[in-house]
């Protein structure tokens, strides 16, 4: 499977954006999809992930975007509220083949190219 995030761009702060990740050659049922990001000059960072085993759509989020991103339960969709300046950063969809409560770049099996999102005033 390859795999495409899009859907960044420029935002102010406090606005809205949602990011897609696009599944080529595959599906995302019985894996794990993550979220990351990379700020620049800093490490890819865990965001959000969905496990989508067994029909299961567990959630987890990062403590720094509790309660202002959101995963689709119907499809890997990050959607983004309350955007603030130190969101800015390409963010990176991946795959971690067959599923698990996985949250290190590390452990994913498959990466998308990323979508910058940059958050200024």
């Known amino acids: 499977v390859q795999l495409q995030a899009s859907g960044g761009g420029l935002v102010q702060p406090g606005d809205s954006l949602t990011l897609s990740c696009a599944a080529r050659g595959g599906t995302f049922e019985s894996h794990t999809v993550g979220w990351f990001r990379q700020g620049p000059g800093q490490e890819r960072i865990f965001v959000a992930r969905s496990s989508r085993s067994a029909g299961c759509g567990n959630t987890y989020y990062s403590d720094s975007v509790k309660g202002r991103f959101f995963i689709s339960g119907d499809t890997v969709d990050l959607q983004m509220n309350g955007l603030k300046t130190e969101d800015t950063a390409v963010y990176y969809c991946?795959?971690?083949?067959?599923?698990?409560?996985?949250?290190?770049?590390?452990?994913?099996?498959?990466w998308g190219q990323g979508t910058l999102v940059t958050v200024s005033s």
């Open positions: 991946a795959v971690k083949i067959g599923g698990g409560g996985y949250i290190s770049p590390r452990d994913y099996d498959v």
